[in-house]
């Protein structure tokens, strides 16, 4: 379970003055719950992921995952708990290292490392189980270098890096943004497959509303650093793209009009 309290993250903009980026954030995320993330540019998702990540640490609040309080852990310490994958396909692998090097990396990630030598058979054989069922071909090219792949290639590989030591929590920030329509949804479904085998608690930032929608079972849409909607249930089920959208703009509304009262 994710629970976050209070948080907030501020960044300096030049002048002395700064922009709210996170603004006292309260979220609770059930074990075993898939969360799609929305909203505008700007609006705080991927800093929101990157202060869970531990790759910025928050001006307030605490972030609590399964009952163990790392709000002021190090990124690589919570690595060992956070699975992530990026928008980027380039961001999350080691380009000049092999296939077999960058799972066994994964496998490593947030324990202590020691001396050792290359990949062991029995490794290399549970490497193929794991990407056999993607249907690429990966399993037999344990021994190329990453920068072969296509960008489908990778982030698919980079999903199986960050959910192979069944993480606690799986940061998915806009995965398939970078990719075509049909290499996408390729590996949305395979996004989908894992997190509901290995019941993954995990949170995907993502732009496309349909996608949002149909994806897990339930949808929190961000605005100027807030949550201004949170949807599950029956009332997720039937909603509708058009209907996120009058949805996004009557929450937007409410929020400047709750701004204007208190500058009043």
Known sequence: MLVIKGLTK????????VKIAVDRVDLTVEKGQFVTVIGSNGAGKSTLLNLIAGHHLPDRG????????????S???RAGYIGRVFQDPLQGTAASMTIEENLSMAELRGKRRTLRRGVTPAARAR???LLAPLGLGLEHRLQSEVRLLSG???????LIMATMTRPSLLLLDEHTAALDPKTAQQVLELTNRIVTEYRLTTLMVTHNLEHALRLGHRTIMMHEGRIVLDLSGPEREKMTVPDLLKEFSRARGTELLE??????
């Open 152 to 158: 489908g290639q990778r982030q698919s590989l980079s």
């Open 127 to 129: 490497y193929r189980e």
């Open 10 to 17: 501020t960044f300096p903009v030049g002048g002395g003055s």
């Open 259 to 264: 701004d204007r009262l208190l500058l009043a």
């Open 75 to 77: 990124e690589h310490r």
């Open 62 to 73: 605490t972030i609590t995952l399964d009952g163990v309080d790392i709000t002021r852990w």
